[in-house]
């Protein structure tokens, strides 16, 4: 791997909340060899003067497999291996054209997303392969139907095995799969608690998708690291937020994925076409109740990761930066949420080599025209990309 240097930028350090003078990054094997005083540099050289650099973006949910249509699964349910595959190579690159050089999948075929093989330079797909489900469960289409703890912890070490860095579990239902109710919890206590007991022997944090509050409650219980959706449904199916199951994923530790944008974007396309599941009771408000959650979330204290849900409804692998500006827009500051997307993020998910720009650490590097902590919208056209300690984009 060439060794590279971004000569000039000025270094945004998202946690600390400040902009360093201009200086020398020295990238080499893929990581942050050095920082140092502006000074020429031989080999590949990126010009960053009177610009910044910006650590690279993290969705902390995906789903690579989906195509971003009005039948995201499709794809998936026709069951073509190399379609699937090719599909995951498209998404993937989408997602680092936008700056976005670390992807969260939390679902797709387990086959498919071993034999895709993401672009090389492209960003870090930290996959969970299935999803685990009840029989007959949101996404079950992809493979991970289980009937009890036992049958769990096989299909985790199986996929573990081949390489999952993610464990996904359905404890609710879900508005794409019809017969399946999101205001309720659907999958039995004792296997969340076993999908747990796995990622822990194996160092492999557990996100687990939950809309009804009970289902959020059951996670908690189990000590997942990541919650999705966080819809907050009570039996009726209507959404309100709950300060004491947001105090309880505080003082555990538990970090929330939203996903505001692509239920936001699900709710336009209901608006007009109907719910996909008729057993999703007031769909389109459950919806739209997500777009406000990363702000009253943020101010009960709980971390906040990004993720985007990219892959569903009309939400392709560019949506984080509006996913950025809908948190913003409803109450979150900019800096936390850029914070959600860098350093919060690794933190969250475990991923401690990167989400700052500091040495010893993952070169994964935007090069962006104005200090993004000022404006999060330069983010959106970076001049230059760095994944991996690769140049994917040169700078302008």
């Known amino acids: 791997m060439a060794r590279l240097t971004i000569v000039g930028g000025r270094i945004v350090d998202v946690a600390g909340n400040r902009t360093g003078e201009p200086c020398s990054i020295v990238i080499d094997g893929g990581l942050i060899a050095a920082i140092r005083p502006v000074a020429p540099a031989e080999g590949e050289v990126i010009d960053a003067t009177g610009r910044f650099v910006a650590p690279g973006l993290i969705d902390g949910h995906v789903h690579l497999a989906f195509d971003a249509g009005a039948d995201p699964l499709g794809v998936v349910r026709r069951g073509d291996a190399a379609e699937i595959a090719a599909l995951i190579r498209a998404s993937a690159r989408a997602a680092l054209g936008a700056g976005v050089t670390t992807v969260r999948d939390l679902g797709a075929p387990l086959s498919a997303m071993l034999d895709a093989r993401p672009p090389d330079p492209g960003p870090d797909v930290v996959f969970a392969g299935a999803a685990v489900t009840r029989p007959g469960g949101h996404l079950a289409a992809l493979g991970g139907e289980v009937v009890d703890a036992a049958a769990a912890r096989r299909l985790l070490e199986r996929q573990i095995e081949a390489g999952a860095r993610a464990i996904k579990v359905v404890v609710s239902g879900g508005g794409l799969t019809p017969g399946t109710r999101p205001d309720r919890a659907e999958l039995p ?50 959404p309100g937020f709950d300060p004491e199951l947001a105090r309880r994923m505080r003082d555990r530790g538990i970090a929330a994925v939203p996903t505001a944008v692509g239920a936001l974007r699900t709710a336009e396309r209901y608006r007009s076409a109907g719910p996909v599941n008729e057993q999703d009771r007031h769909a389109i408000e459950r919806l739209t109740f997500r777009g406000s959650l ?51 993020a690794a933190r969250g998910l475990g991923l401690l080599d990167r989400g700052r720009v500091a040495v010893g650490l993952r070169a994964d590097l935007l090069v962006v025209d104005r200090d993004p902590l000022l404006d999060l919208a330069t983010l959106r056209q970076p001049g230059a990309i760095v994944a991996n300690g690769r140049l994917v984009r040169a700078a302008r």
């Open 294 to 344: 990363a702000g009253l979330l943020e101010a009960a204290g709980v971390e906040v990761i990004m993720g985007t849900d990219a892959g569903v409804i009309d939400t392709p692998f560019d949506s984080l930066h509006d996913e950025l500006a809908v948190a913003v827009a409803r109450g979150m500051s900019p800096v936390a949420a850029l914070r959600s997307a860098t350093s919060g």
């Open 189 to 238: 206590a004792a296997i969340v608690r076993a999908a747990v007991e796995v990622g822990r022997a194996h160092g492999v944090p557990v996100a687990a998708h939950a809309h009804a509050s009970a289902a959020i409650r059951r996670a908690i219980d189990a000590g997942v690291a990541t919650i999705e959706h966080l819809s907050f449904l009570d039996p009726s199916g209507r």
